[in-house]
């Protein structure tokens, strides 16, 4: 069966604090992806990356980092320069190889931070 | 470009209560799905469909069914609310193909069952 642990339940930091979100998951399936989401506190879902298994390079966009490492089976999600607006509930989804594309969902890792 | 849209936003049921969430996409997209957000849980499937008039069982189907009657419209029923059906409730879409990209989602129902 499929899993994604998100182990940390809340973070706080500082505004201009680099931040580092753990996303560890579990699969059989050869081929996969992997998502991250942003939840603010207006409560709607924003996707932020989607991973192939194939596709092992790490990747920018801006302040945000992903380091997807399949020895680890770990997906971590890192904002460096964290600002107040990056205050949200952060999810790892995990889509299995049905092509269906059902999602598992990590449980949620709350950032907060504050200026 | 409204994306998904998810009807009522907000809801308040009594035990026994029957009603109906509906979502709406205009993306064309082939699947749809249904989850629901509970604290401390992250998002659960609850069922979701391939196709106009095909549905499946997802993780956490139990007191909920589903219709795909068109294909940019998915309806969650509740036939007879229960307690432990609170919980936001958020309707998603995609393409075919993981390729292409990740989800779409409705910005959620809030439903209470009193």
């Known amino acids: 069966a499929q899993k994604v642990t998100q182990a940390q339940t809340e973070i706080s930091v500082v505004e201009k604090e680099d931040v580092t979100l753990d996303c560890v998951y579990e699969?059989?399936?050869?081929?996969?992806?992997l998502f991250w989401y942003k939840q603010p506190p207006s409560g709607e879902l924003v996707f932020l990356i989607r991973?192939?298994?194939?596709?092992?390079q790490n990747e920018i966009s801006g302040r945000y980092s992903w380091n997807f490492q399949k020895s680890t089976s770990s997906f971590n999600f890192t904002i460096t320069a964290s600002q107040v607006v990056d205050s949200a509930v952060y999810f790892c989804?995990?889509?299995?190889?049905?092509?269906?594309?059902?999602?598992?969902f990590g449980t949620g890792t709350r950032l907060l931070v504050s200026p | 470009n409204a994306g998904v849209t998810q009807t009522p936003k907000f809801r308040v049921l009594k035990t026994g209560q029957s009603m109906t969430l509906l979502c709406a996409q205009d993306?064309?997209?082939?699947?749809m799905y249904w989850y629901r957000q509970d604290p401390g849980m992250g998002l659960r499937l609850i069922h979701y469909?391939?196709?106009?008039?095909?549905?499946a069982k997802g993780e956490v189907p139990d007191g909920y069914n589903v219709s795909r009657l068109k294909k940019q419209n998915f309806l969650l029923g509740l036939e007879s609310a229960a307690p432990s059906q609170t919980s936001v409730y958020f309707c998603?879409?995609?393409?075919?193909?993981?390729?292409?990209?990740?989800?779409?989602f409705g910005s959620g129902t809030r439903l209470t069952v009193v």
């Open positions: 998603a879409s995609s393409y075919p193909s993981a390729g292409l990209g990740g989800y779409t």
């Open positions: 699969t059989r399936d050869t081929t996969y992806y």
């Open positions: 991973r192939n298994s194939f596709d092992e």
């Open positions: 989804a995990l889509s299995d190889n049905t092509g269906f594309q059902k999602l598992v």
């Open positions: 993306m064309n997209h082939e699947y």
């Open positions: 469909s391939v196709g106009e008039g095909t549905t």
